[in-house]
Nanobody, 119 residues
Framework: VQVVESGGGSVQTGGSLRLSCAAS????????MAWYRQAPGERRELVAS????????DYADSAKGRFTISRDSARNTMYLQMNNLKPEDTAVYYC?????????????WGQGTQVTVSS
């Protein structure tokens, strides 16, 4: 399974970005997808997650009201719409995909995409 993120960049405070995460490969079924982020010197933290079969979403307190996670099942792609960005949102954002394959669950991570918010 390959996981590829895109959509990072540099914006000013109050700006918006949309991140994408596409999972590809064969013989797997996506179960769960999530966005994490890691700022320099900090631990990786969960930002938002999605149960794939029903689209049920959950958010970290820091993301509630500003970020929206969604999916396109036809493309096996997840999105993170980020609005009203703040400097403290600056981090590398990672996508994690949990799939079922060969009757077991596997986690796959993307390579990360940089988001920089300037004041």
């Amino acid at each position: 399974v390959q996981v590829v993120e895109s959509g990072g960049g540099s914006v000013q405070t109050g700006g918006s970005l949309r991140l994408s995460c596409a999972a590809s490969g064969s013989n797997f079924e996506t179960r769960f997808m999530a966005w994490y982020r890691q700022a320099p010197g900090e631990r990786r933290e969960l930002v938002a997650s999605l149960l794939y079969h029903n689209g049920l979403a959950d958010y970290a307190d820091s993301a509630k009201g500003r970020f929206t996670i969604s999916r396109d099942s036809a493309r096996n792609t997840m999105y993170l719409q980020m609005n009203n960005l703040k400097p403290e949102d600056t981090a590398v954002y990672y996508c994690k995909v949990m799939v079922s394959m060969d009757l077991t669950l596997h986690d796959y991570w993307g390579q990360g995409t940089q988001v920089t918010v300037s004041s």
